[in-house]
């Protein structure tokens, strides 16, 4: 069993160096242009969705926390004023990403949020659901399944791994993943509660 764990805890460490890996040669070679169409696109698909003033309130919660690494920004592109040419203009290209991919993950922050706020009722619901059915089951001669348990544990954590590459992927991704990922953490939440053990 210990080596099982061990052996999970190797795997994920190599996924996890493979996924920096692949972000950091991404920021090395993605251009500001590919960036601020990611994020032109990601307001469009959230208009679509949600209308104008849900994208205004995301972009303007956005804005209020990108506007204030502007000048940090700035200051970081006078400071490379005595590379040489070819050199500079990359380096200057990798601030504006930066900025501009922190920018979108901001953005996506603000939609799982927006989303969050509208489908908390719908969660806090299916989870005392999950525990109201976990209790009433310990008073009936029924036995819990573990293979539901770990149904939920495993939806959940892929749901949530999902949401983390999502924030971060540097192209322009359909805004259904936010509602679909809190349904999913909420049907998963029932899943896993309803079905813990009688007795731990």
Known sequence: MAKDQKEQGNFT????VLALLVAICTWMFITPEHL??????ERAFVTELSGQQADQWIFSKM?????SQIQGMSDAIKDTQDTPGAFKEWIQNRIVVTWLWGSLIVYRVNLLMLFWFILMPFTIAVAIDGYSTRMIRTFQFSSQSPIRHRIGVLISTIVMFGVAIWLVLPIPVPSMVAPLAIVSIGWATWMWVSNL???I
């Not at 804005?63 to 506007?67: A, D, E, Q, R």
């Open 36 to 41: 601020l169409k990611s994020l032109a696109g």
């Open 197 to 199: 053990q009688k007795r």
């Open 63 to 67: 804005i209020s926390v990108s506007v």
């Open 13 to 16: 460490a190599l996924w996890m």
